[in-house]
């Protein structure tokens, strides 16, 4: 071991003192030669030939300088500086090549790691909740219905509960907002209604209390840690005391009392959850501001029906339980809720999925598509920067040929080459992800809502072991072939290639061959795949949507829950539309609860009846998508009436009297009256819509409806005044460029008393 130790000790010497040691070994052999000539010289020779003789004698120079060098320092280290210093040489004489090398294999680069950066966020990072490979999201499927739902009805999640082993705790959970008022100023929480074992899923820190079966009936919630902070100044008393929230409550007006059994010591997120259904956005916050409890009733534990489904499942595997074993264990429940509820279950189908799945939703597919195009491109670069290596092996095969006939292994020429390609790798992968990097903050702000995940997306460390992993194989692929085709070729041929201008032989324009080929065809593949995508935007973008969305313009207005009797939000809406219609640059304006084509809907439970329709069999239900709008909306978005009329003033008045009108989309008149004049008909909504009385008073064109697959349209619309809400979407249609109009019809809003 001191062996190794002194000889470590010594080449490090060596190499710190290199320019004296290689002084001292230049006098050294010159003073042998001298003394060699000198003999020569005592021999009768010339001092000309006595020199040459003692060179002959004494052997090649630079062969003993070399095996001594080797001897000492580290010669591997040296030989690399050399070929590092030999390839920024070659790149100073050759600035536009080299540009031009590093510009098309940091696009592949920057192009990959983006979506990679997307692919690590969604796929690949673990949640950030204790053993989260062990959470699944539990879907139930009704396959036979129109409108497909996933939520489990609280009579089924109970069900789940008490029967299923393969789980620690199984948790339902749905969406809230709550309001907190401090004199004129109001802010909008946005939390969830769970069952107690949330917590229990997720491993939620908390100080104070979680919920417990006591809780039932009481107004009580749990704070999240960056509200509690934000609005409550982190006040440790607040565990334990009250506070007044305005909770949607249709018996009455005002806040409600609530105690504080605990808060989050720590920030906690969730995946999207279903819409807010008011505002008609596609998602909350990624950051939950509270939670109430939801507990579920005794009638619906007895009877597990899939009626009123509206809890989001997840749960938490038993450890050494796979996700194969759940999945059969929950088929076993379905097909026993089935039997013993056949008209409630038929149909229903349970299905376990991994929560991280379940975050990235049906954007899993368009990632892994994404990821596949761009290696593609990478692929196309380096293919691209190969042929251009080869083209320039071509041109600097004098080079080569003086490198071989100077006696340099093919080892050392392959090197020198490799070390070329790995430089203009890294050069490309650092530019790579510095475009990378700004694509995703671009790119940020366009990301969908429902995953609030890609807003943590970035350049981290995983993504830098990814973009040095390509800049690696980068390297490879463009420097391989070049390398070894230069080694391969015979010095003195090269020589006479090039003194007698002899073109490369076939094998050099095979190789050419190849990369142009595999290049074309990566295209090729690459481009009708874009094709594909860019005439499945095309179609979309003339899917008919029903309206005319040209110089609309949209605006959410909210107001705080439970302050105002719907009276009061009719009458706030009415304003609203005069107010803005007013304006000298609006033509028409109206409200209506959510957004066109996108989430806002309400759907009923299943449990109306409309007359003159006999249902084909005793279990189906009907069900169906609510628009809530006030009169002028069809006017402002023109969406032809194809029977009747239009909402007018007068089927707002008496929120709660007799006269309550209906219109119903086309498809929906030819599906449940075919042939038959809908006007007049009659249908009710069930208890969810006070099993009101609703006559039709005109049929309108569809209108596409995007909050799920199966959707295809809004089916039914209820006047403002039936049924207002405390928040409304302005629809304005503008006499010129929508976008022009924004801070005035703000300004004209917030003016409304």
């Not at 673990?126 to 053993?131: D, H, I, M, T």
């Not at 417990?212 to 409550?232: H, I, N, P």
């Not at 309550?660 to 989309?665: K, T, W």
């Amino acid at each position: 071991m001191w062996v190794q130790v002194v000889d470590l000790v010594s080449r490090v010497r060596d190499l710190l003192t290199r320019r004296k040691t290689e002084r001292d070994l230049d006098a050294e052999i010159e003073m042998h030669l001298d003394l060699l000539t000198s003999k020569n010289i005592r021999r009768g020779m010339t001092t000309r030939e006595a020199r040459r003789v003692a060179r002959v004698e004494f052997g090649g120079v630079t062969q003993v300088q070399q095996t001594l060098r080797e001897q000492a320092g580290f010669p591997w280290l040296e030989s690399t500086v050399q070929d590092i210093g030999s390839a920024f040489r070659y790149f100073r004489r050759n600035r536009g090549f080299v540009a031009v090398a590093i510009v098309i294999l940091a696009l592949g680069i920057g192009a990959t790691t983006a979506v990679f950066s997307v692919s690590e966020t969604l796929l690949l990072r673990p949640l950030s909740y204790p053993a989260s490979d062990r959470l699944v999201a539990l879907r139930s499927v009704g396959t036979m219905s129109d409108y497909p739902s996933t939520r489990a009805a609280p009579g089924v999640l109970a069900d789940w509960q008490l029967n299923a082993t393969s789980f620690e705790a199984i948790a339902g959970y749905r969406w809230a907002t709550v309001d907190v008022i401090d004199g004129a100023q109001s802010d909008r929480l946005n939390g969830l209604l769970v069952t107690p074992e949330f917590f229990d899923v997720f491993g939620v820190p908390v100080r104070g209390r979680p919920f417990l079966a006591e809780d039932r009936g009481a107004d009580t919630l749990m704070l999240g840690s960056e509200v509690w902070r934000r609005r409550f100044n982190a006040d440790d008393a607040l565990v334990g005391s009250t506070v007044d929230l305005h909770i949607l409550d249709l018996s009455r007006v005002g806040p409600t009392r609530h105690t504080v059994l605990g808060v989050a010591t720590a920030p906690v997120r969730f995946p999207p959850i279903e819409a807010d259904f008011q505002l008609g956005v596609s998602t909350v916050t990624d950051t939950i501001d509270f939670w109430m409890p939801q507990f579920v009733s005794p009638t619906q534990l007895r009877e597990p029906s899939s009626r009123d489904s509206w809890f989001e499942v997840v749960a938490r595997l038993r450890p050494g339980v796979t996700l194969a074993e759940t999945q059969t264990e929950m088929d076993g429940i379905a097909r026993q809720q089935t039997e013993q509820y056949p008209e409630t279950n038929r149909g229903r189908e349970i299905r376990v999925v991994p929560l991280q799945m379940h975050m990235a939703g049906k954007s899993r597919n368009g990632v892994l598509l994404l990821s596949v195009g761009t290696a593609m491109l990478l692929l196309i670069a380096c293919a691209n920067v190969a042929t251009l290596l080869l083209a320039r092996g071509v041109a600097r095969r004098r080079e080569v040929a003086i490198r071989t006939a100077l006696g340099a292994a093919r080892w050392r020429i392959v090197r020198q080459f490799l070390m070329e390609a790995v430089i203009l790798a890294t050069c490309a992968g650092l530019l790579g992800v510095l475009l990378a990097a700004w694509a995703i903050s671009v790119a940020k702000p366009w990301m969908p809502q429902s995953l609030p995940a890609l807003q943590e997306m970035g350049i981290n460390v995983t993504v830098l072991v990814f973009a040095l992993t390509s800049a690696v194989f980068t390297a490879c692929i463009t420097g391989l072939a070049p390398a070894l085709r230069s080694a391969r070729a015979d010095g003195a041929r090269l020589t006479s290639m090039d003194g007698r201008g002899v073109t490369p032989g076939g094998s050099h324009s095979r190789l050419v061959g190849v990369l142009v080929s595999a290049e074309v065809a990566l295209t090729v593949v690459l481009l009708l795949g874009a094709g594909l995508l860019v005439q499945s935007a095309l179609r979309a973008s003339q899917v008919e949507t029903g309206f005319n969305p040209d110089n609309v313009l949209t605006m959410t207005v909210s107001l705080p829950l439970n302050k105002f009797g719907w009276d009061h939000h009719a009458v706030f809406a009415r304003e609203v539309i005069d107010a803005v219609r007013s304006l000298p640059s609006i033509r028409e304006a109206a409200v209506v609860q959510g957004v066109p084509m996108r989430a806002g809907s309400f759907q009923s439970d299943g449990a109306g009846t409309i007359e003159g329709y006999v249902p084909a069999t005793d279990t189906e239900e009907l069900t169906y998508r609510i628009r809530v709008v006030s009169p002028g909306y069809f006017a402002t978005l023109e969406i032809p009436i194809v029977a009747g009329r239009p909402f007018e003033a007068r089927d707002e008045e008496g929120a709660r009297g007799a006269a309550r009108s209906i219109l119903v989309s086309d498809s929906f008149a030819k599906r449940y009256w075919p042939g038959q004049d809908p006007l007049g008909r009659r249908m009710t909504f069930g208890e969810a819509y006070r099993n009101w009385m609703m006559t039709v008073v005109g049929v309108v064109g569809d209108v596409q409806y995007a909050g799920l697959e199966m959707d295809p349209t809004i089916d039914l619309y209820i006047p403002q005044g039936l049924f207002p809400q405390a928040a409304i979407t302005l629809i304005a249609r503008t006499r010129g460029d929508a976008l022009n109009e924004v801070s005035e019809v703000r300004e004209r809003i917030l003016a409304v008393d």
